[in-house]
């Protein structure tokens, strides 16, 4: 049974209607509307629907603001709690994962300006502090015996030079991939969806297979066949 699956992709490549055919009840936490965008036919009922809206937050505010950075990152965290410690929720759903990475970067960056006004940015090495806040969400939810979804946006990769690859990785904390069971590249071509796993824990088989209009159901089903055959 998958237990954590990051859906990576461009807009509109259905990502957040994936993470609803999850089982439900789902917490869905919204971070960029991205719930206004799915088809009604895909919607779970209001009954079994959490959302949880943090698009009225104002990015600006936040780099701008200590108080509002720290503020919003302890939000998040008391309704991610919240969330683990209920015991009618499947699923939890991260749209996107992203928004939540710059979240705790900006909160712990505010941390520190409240020592060092003049500070502008984290050095590399202070980063431990929020690669450690993010392993630590895709944990807890395994250990609460939730199913975690996390949705990505891409950005270009870049080489040691800073130049730009040709090539696509997901957006935000970058250690995603090691700690769920299954990644998933969703794409878009002619209006057909489809969506390619690139790596998963539960079954190397699996990796590289792409399925049209992916539901959790159907990945969920492809990915056990292939570990009963093994």
Partial sequence: MIESLSIIGRKKTTKTTLA????????????????RRVE???????????????AETIVTD????????????????KDYNKSLEDDKVKT???DTASAVWEARRMAYLADI???????????????FVPNRDMKMLITQAALH??????????????DANGRETGEEVPD????????????????????????TIYTCG????????????PTFDMLNDLIEGYRKVA
């Fill in 172 to 195: 935000g904390f970058k250690y995603t991939g090691d700690l769920v069971d299954v990644e998933l590249w969703m794409n878009k071509k002619n209006s057909i969806i489809t969506g």
């Fill in 145 to 158: 015996k939730k199913i975690l979804i996390v949705v990505h946006h891409t950005r270009p990769e870049y």
């Fill in 202 to 213: 539960l079954s190397i088989a699996a990796e590289g297979l792409e399925i049209e209009n």
């Fill in 92 to 94: 939890i759903v991260i």
């Fill in 40 to 54: 009604p036919k895909y919607l779970p009922p209001k009954d079994e629907l959490i959302v949880y809206n943090y």
């Fill in 113 to 127: 300006r409240e020592l060092d006004p003049n500070r502008k940015a984290l050095v590399p090495q202070e980063y």
């Fill in 62 to 77: 936040r780099k701008r603001d200590i108080k509002v950075a720290q503020a919003f990152w302890n939000t998040i965290l």
């Fill in 20 to 35: 609803l055919s999850a089982p439900r009840p789902i917490v869905l936490m919204d971070f960029e509307l991205g719930l």
